[in-house]
């Protein structure tokens, strides 16, 4: 996975998109935005960069999370079963920041 720093060189999107989920999950949305964002630009057919994008830009407070998880959906719906796995981690990201904001 790469570092903090060489992820903007890094060729492989589906590293950068972890390096995005680390850097989310620790609370970074702007730089996970950032880091989505590159993996998209490598990898623009890889449905979980956008509905990880999707999920930081709601957390952040930006728009475009409905256009990114509309993305995700059309690029997962001839596999329901990644789909709704993608759904499900979307939904369940929503709620557990409902229940700190309460």
């Known amino acids: 996975m790469p570092s903090s720093c060489e992820w903007q060189f890094c060729g492989d999107a589906k590293a950068i998109n972890r390096y995005g989920w680390k850097r989310l ?23 979980e960069t956008y509905n990880n994008r999707g999920i ?37 990201v929503c709620r557990l920041q409902r229940t700190r904001r309460t």
């Open 56 to 92: 930081a830009r709601r957390i952040a407070g930006a728009k475009g999370a409905s256009d990114d998880e509309d993305v995700a959906d059309a690029l997962t719906m001839h596999d329901l079963e990644v789909q709704n796995r993608l759904r499900q981690l979307s939904q369940n």
């Open 25 to 47: 999950c620790q609370e970074c949305c702007h730089e996970a935005l950032d880091v989505f964002s590159r993996a998209i630009e490598l990898d623009p057919n890889f449905a």
